[in-house]
């Protein structure tokens, strides 16, 4: 919708947000990107020729926002983001943008990879899409959760050539303080909205399990500092006290993710003001129902990913009937299933991960998180593969 023009929805339900209720059909006008009027359905004079939707039997509601988004990962997996054309995801993402904004989302907070030409686009009405605030690149430390390099990758050295990754704009592996502050400048550089760290581990890469804190006080701090001298805040990954306390004290405003924390970390983060941006799992009771054919799980993952030492030591310490295990603990923002599981267990946490992300194809970008059979080198919780139409 161009700056001068206007659209009038006739007899349209509209649900009012404030209110919590549905009205009866009005007749909304939208002038200049912007609500103007509404009024009862019949009762509005609207200028011949004015474009007109019929919104009869239909609700009109506001504009959805999604605070958690991958512009260029919504549709792709990993290995092929990694792997096919810059053009040939840069393509695929234009779709995803159309796709999001059709699904009622006009606003999104994408948190890492290279949407900067993609919001352009959007913002001069060369593509459709939503409002697009981009972090830019993840800021990863070396074998963190933005890290997807293989093996072979290493040691980069000092003047060590850059991942295929940085290349395209996905992630930024700085390590120290110093290289933390130049990654965090460029993506301010490009027209970061925001910085995204990881400060923890994740289920999509090799290298870190779950129960993983990463990056120093130092390091966070420096990207925070960055981020304030520009006018905007510092955001972080991260799932454990350890992890989100750390990046509380060096002044990171918002946690995503955040499942495995205890109710004293949650009680800081209400004291701090800092904001917790969560995603659902596949067990929350409000979430649709998902076959395993359709997430591509099967139980033969979970023996694969709790085959370590590591990770059955984790699950020992975290069993009801081990001394001091205890339960996960539940999520302060969601009902978690009845079946008991171990909060610091990457079988569980991969599963529900796994399963979580086909759920929400449509609307979330961890479905790109899906990898092929993981490199027998790399300390990997066996993420399990999900089965895709292409050959």
Not at 222 to 242: D, I, L
């Amino acid at each position: 919708m161009t700056s001068t023009s206007t659209l009038v929805v006739r007899g349209v339900a509209v649900f009012d947000s404030e209110a919590g209720v549905v009205t009866p059909p009005q007749d909304v006008t939208v002038r200049d990107g912007l609500v103007a009027r509404v009024v009862p359905a019949g009762t509005d004079d609207v200028p011949p020729g004015t474009p007109t939707i019929d919104g009869t039997g239909r609700t009109l509601l506001p504009g959805l926002i999604d605070a958690h988004w991958h512009a260029s990962f919504a549709t792709v997996p990993l290995l092929v983001a990694l792997t096919a054309d810059v053009g040939y995801v840069f393509a695929a993402a234009v779709v995803s943008a159309r796709d999001t904004l059709l699904r009622g989302f006009t606003t999104v907070r994408d948190l890492g990879g290279p949407s900067f030409g993609l919001k352009r686009a959007i913002d001069e009405g060369v593509v459709p899409g939503p409002r697009i605030y981009p972090s830019g690149a993840f800021i990863s430390q070396t074998g963190g959760h933005g890290d997807f390099r293989l093996p072979y990758e290493t040691p980069r050295g000092v003047v060590g050539h850059l991942s295929r990754g940085e290349i395209i704009g996905a992630a930024a592996i700085a390590d120290g303080p110093a290289e933390v502050l130049r990654a965090a400048r460029e993506q301010l550089m490009h027209g970061a909205s925001q910085l995204k760290l990881m400060a923890g581990g994740g289920v999509a890469s090799s290298y870190d399990p779950l129960d993983v804190s990463q990056y120093t006080f130092a390091e966070l701090r420096a990207a925070v500092e960055a981020a304030e001298n520009h006018g905007t805040y510092v955001t972080v990954h991260a799932y454990t006290p350890h992890a989100v306390r750390t990046a509380v004290e060096a002044g990171v405003r918002c946690i995503e993710h955040g499942q495995l924390l205890d109710e004293p970390t949650i009680a800081l983060l209400a004291e701090r003001g800092v904001r917790l941006c969560l995603q659902p799992f596949l067990d929350d009771d409000d979430a649709p129902p998902l076959s395993r054919s359709s997430t591509g799980w099967t139980s033969r993952s979970a023996p694969t990913c709790c085959s370590s030492p590591r990770s059955r030591a984790a699950r020992a310490r975290c069993s009801p009937s081990s001394p001091g295990g205890t339960r996960r603990p539940r999520c302060s923002s969601s009902r978690r299933s009845a079946t008991p599981s171990c909060s610091r267990c990457p079988a569980s946490a991969t599963r529900t991960r796994a399963a979580s992300a086909s759920s929400r194809r449509a609307r979330s970008p961890t479905s790109c998180w899906s990898t092929a059979t993981p490199s027998p080198t790399c300390r990997s919780w066996g993420v399990p593969t999900r089965r895709s139409s292409r050959s």
